[in-house]
């Protein structure tokens, strides 16, 4: 009933609020049973994961003014309500995944090909970022050169390690979200895969991934990397 993409996107930040609680608040969670009831409802389980597909898809083209970081929002969440739904109700819908791939393979395939985009996509923004954030942690090592800065080029410098922070954060969890979906949708949609030679653009990907990993290992190699949760070996 509601065709506006970004509209229905919307939808995904009660789902998520309601399953999984906020992202500032992770122990406030609306669950309850009547949140249970719904999933145990026929007409939810039957049409849950095409909305969910349907609004991966529809991102690519939210029609907002950042569109191009609001898509990768939405699908976060997408991500986010998919990985929930497998590790609590996985009896349930990795039937309904299978039945859905089998019957819209036109779509499934549409949305993987998407999934894998963006993973190649956040590969390359997180390496970015993270090479950024080691050449300010070199600059600040050497202190001869950090002090060498005016007070307003050190500022500067503090002002893009805090960017670069955040947006390291943010791609580790899309990256997370993004590879544990590909994982349970490799396993329960094997035959999918390999019928439509999937496999071998996912086998692509991960050697995208490897080879990018490896090629910049030196100028990734920053301190505390349990900052943020980075941990590539």
């Known amino acids: ?16 609020y309601s399953f999984i609680g906020h992202k500032s608040e992770p122990h406030l969670k609306l669950v309850t049973s009547s949140t249970y009831s719904i999933l145990k409802s026929d007409f939810v389980q039957d049409n849950l994961i095409m909305c969910l597909i349907r609004v991966f898809i529809d991102a690519e083209r939210v029609g907002t003014s950042n569109q191009f970081y609001e898509k990768f929002n939405i699908r976060n969440k997408v991500l986010q309500t998919i990985e929930h739904l497998f590790k609590k109700h996985e009896d349930v819908f990795k039937d309904k995944v299978i039945t859905y791939a089998e019957q819209n393979s036109e779509d499934t395939t549409k949305m993987l090909t998407l999934l894998m985009n963006d993973f190649n996509y956040i590969i390359e923004e997180l390496i970015s970022h993270l090479s950024q954030i080691k050449t300010y942690q070199d600059l600040k090592d050497d202190e001869t050169k950090w002090n060498e800065l005016s007070d307003e080029e050190k500022q500067r410098e503090e ?8 947006m390291v954060k943010t791609f580790i969890q899309m990256l997370n979200h993004t590879l544990n979906l590909l994982v349970v949708l490799c396993s329960c949609l094997q035959k999918f895969f390999l019928r439509l030679r999937l496999a071998e653009r996912l086998a692509t990907s991960l050697n995208y991934c490897l080879d990018q990993f490896t090629h910049n290992s030196k100028s990734i190699n920053i301190k505390n990397k349990e900052t943020y949760e980075f941990n590539p070996i």
């Open 1 to 16: 009933l509601i065709h506006n993409p970004y509209l229905r996107s919307q939808i995904f930040d009660l789902i998520l």
């Open 159 to 166: 002002m893009k390690f805090q960017e670069n922070d955040r």
